[in-house]
């Protein structure tokens, strides 16, 4: 498939990564503005593959989506600066054609700007050696050539920067035992990791090649300065293959927190509550595909666990419980009210002194000893 064909219809894949991102960038912009006044009273969006704009059947893509989001809004039609670029030119050219035909656009303090130029060397080069105020990128390359752990690094490094990136995963796994495309494979995962990925994955099957495959991005985007990942999985129309991934990179656990949430909004199956951070058209069609399982079960018995003999409040159970686990804070007061009704955990103030089914983030939670 072209970028071209892609772009010809919005696929419903295409509109919840589109919502993912542009309610991240209105959730990240209202954190970040207070304090961004203190880096030049301004934050930025940028979109180094942003594409036309709109698809062929007239729906907004992207670019638009968070356009709209800051023409709606006093504060951000003042602060953002929002940069685009991709290198079709037909591609800007259509895209700066949609902007203008923004309602309200002209009430932008800054003028949206679109580039037209490769995501290579030179970009990373210019991002590394700047310091940069607040900015959220958006990296959306159709394969994987310009998607770099360099270009990811080179923007994190500075306060209030926050990366989303598309990862072809169909692309990246047949290019990891692809010898030709070596080189854009270390740029994305590095020299070592590169050679010992694509050696575990002979003979691994393919629900394990694509384990082994996120696991091993998330360690490189760990290594690079990505202390909170994120991946959100989308699947073929069958629900039987994973197409894509959209990932999260921040160096926040309250960012984290934030994109969780979306994405767990976003999901297209839930169990017990629990998300699966991942879209599938084929979850109402076909249910017969998935496995049922009792995730929010598991919980319980972890908790106990991990939190054995100490007593925290429910906001430091969560923050340390919840990195790289599919639990959002509800599942996690959820849980520990249970925990509470059957006696299992004591909690500070009581339920009976709570307003009713409420956990509060400080209400501390004291857990049992562990029984030798």
Known sequence: MTTERFFSESTEQSRVKGAITSKYFWSWAKIIAPRAKQHGDRIVYLDLFAGPGRYEDGSKSTPLLVLEKAIADPVMREMLVAVFNDKDPEFTSTLADAIRGLSG????????????????????????????IPTLIFIDPWGYKGLSLRLVKSVLKHWGCDCIFFFNYNRINMGLSNPLVQEHMEALFGCERTEDLARRLEGLTPDDRELAVVEELVAALEDCGGKYVLPFRFRNERGTRTSHHLVFVSKSFRAYSVMKDIMARESSLHEQGVPSFEYSPADERFPQLFELNRPLEQLGPNLLEAFAGRTLTVE????????GRPYVKKNYKDLLRRLEEQGKVKAAPPAEQRRVATMADNVRVSFPKREE
């Open 105 to 132: 656009i002209e009430s932008l303090r800054h003028k949206p700007q679109v580039f037209c130029e490769e995501v290579g060397t030179r970009i990373v080069e210019m991002f590394e050696s700047m310091k940069m």
């Open 316 to 323: 430091q159970i969560y923050q340390q419980h919840s990195v």
